[in-house]
């Protein structure tokens, strides 16, 4: 059992910047791929960005590509999204997700585990 908790949201001007943390329990973090997704009002949930157990592969929406950075430091069991030259297409509420499989998933059916979501509200 994965429990993960969310923190960082807020709202922030257009390009501006947030880093998103996900704090996860349980002793088999290090094996579990974790994920970002986002869901906007009115719209479906979608994937953000997602890497491995060791954090060698990444892998990112077109839409967030070459803005957002997804890190993990598996010693703190967290997880993070750094969010650089935010636009107010991205104000969602974002949900971090765990599956343990080892490498990388895209589709929210392949997680198992999810956070309660944090608040991102980007300003135009």
């Known amino acids: 059992q994965v429990q993960l908790v969310e923190s960082g949201g807020g709202l922030v001007q257009a390009g501006g910047s947030l880093r998103l943390s996900c704090a996860a329990s349980g002793r088999t973090f290090s094996s579990y791929a974790m994920g970002w997704f986002r869901q906007a009002p009115g719209k479906e949930r979608e994937f953000v960005a997602a890497?491995?157990?060791?954090?060698?592969?990444?892998y990112y929406a077109d839409s967030v590509k070459g803005r957002f950075t997804i890190s993990r430091d598996n010693a703190k069991n967290t997880v993070y999204l750094q969010m650089n030259s935010l636009k107010p297409e991205d104000t969602a509420v974002y949900y971090c997700a765990a599956t343990p499989k080892a490498q990388i998933r895209v589709g929210t059916r392949e997680y198992d585990y999810w956070g309660q979501g944090t608040q991102v509200t980007v300003s135009s």
């Open positions: 890497i491995s157990w060791s954090g060698g592969s990444t």
